[in-house]
């Protein structure tokens, strides 16, 4: 189904965003434009990594709701994610737009530094629900690899002020950043 | 938190309390007692509220600089709106009285969250962000 009111093309804009701030990786957008307006992408992982491992993350997860009964879609393969085979950086000027929430972007500003801080390659993901085949082949996507050290370690939420669909974890690696 | 901040805050719970029940002369009664020991340092408290750090600073993330002639810096701005405290009719959501001729709203989140001070500001901030800032070497 494919979802095209303003508040659908905000939330894209929110997150592209979000990739404007960290990756900057022009394939993201094109994933998340498609995949929101698709409904099937469940979650974005934007990495801080060394040696194949996963030290920082920003989980941002979507949910998605038709009028007035709401429905969630969450990604259950949290071992299947997607992410490019190279990185096509871009180097635009962020553009500080006020529709953006102010939290989130406090937030990503700080994620940055702590991953520059540490020498941490920032790197994407994308957890999908359903349709995985046709999303792998359309964007040439391929399975990540690098080992998650995050996991099980304690994560901060940050909601979206603007959108309740959307919804932003972060966690570290106790290795890189201790408690 | 520091001592001073703390009086203050235990300061202005017991002026409430006095205030809200006027037939219980015990709450007058402490507030005039901790006035007597306490009243000094309570308004050096309040006086220190407002004083800005040495160096240009934003006193809320204590990284930026300050923008101008604002407290703030940029960013803590678009978090913290500076307003007239006159908005205040009796205690911020903070659960202070305004410290100063301007409270800050806090107001990403739809309602927006009066803060009596600078202080206010900086604990809210460091709750917000705490996870990430105590990683910044």
């Known amino acids: ?179 | 938190m520091e001592d001073r901040t703390i009086i203050k805050r235990f300061s202005d719970t017991i002026n409430i309390i006095a205030e809200r029940f006027p037939h219980q002369h015990q709450w007058q009664q402490l507030k005039n007692k901790f006035e007597a020991e306490f009243g000094k340092q309570k308004d050096q408290a309040e006086t220190a509220s407002d004083k800005l750090p040495a160096n240009d600073n934003c006193p809320c993330c204590n990284i930026r600089k300050r923008c101008g002639e604002n407290l703030l810096c940029d960013e803590c701005l678009k978090l913290y709106r500076p307003v007239n405290s006159s908005i205040i009719e009796n205690i911020c959501d903070c659960g202070h009285r305004p410290a100063g001729p301007e409270i800050f709203l806090f107001y990403p989140y739809g309602r927006s969250h009066s803060l009596c001070s600078i202080d206010c500001v900086k604990d809210h901030y460091r709750q917000l962000f705490g996870p990430l800032l105590r990683r910044l070497k």
């Open chain 1, 1 to 179: 189904m494919i979802r095209t009111s303003i508040r659908t093309q905000l939330i894209i804009h929110q997150l592209k965003y979000v990739v404007e701030k960290t990756v900057k990786d022009k394939l993201l957008d094109e994933v998340i434009e498609f995949g929101v307006l698709e409904g099937i992408i469940t979650n974005i992982w934007i990495m801080g990594t060394a040696d194949s491992q996963i030290h920082a993350k920003l989980d941002i997860s979507v949910s998605y709701n038709s009028g007035g009964a709401s429905f969630d879609i969450s990604g259950n393969i949290k071992d299947r994610v997607f992410t490019g085979q190279d990185n096509d950086w871009l180097h635009d000027e962020a553009d500080n737009n006020r529709s953006n929430c102010p939290v989130w972007s406090e937030a990503i500003n700080w994620f940055v530094k702590l991953c520059q801080q540490e020498n941490l390659s920032l790197k994407w993901g994308i957890i999908v629900s359903g349709r995985e085949q046709e999303i792998i082949d359309k964007f040439r996507l391929v399975s990540l690899t690098d080992e998650d050290k995050t996991q099980n370690t304690n994560s901060s939420i940050v909601p979206n002020s603007f959108f309740t669909e959307l919804n932003m974890g972060i966690g570290f690696s106790q290795e890189k950043f201790g408690d």
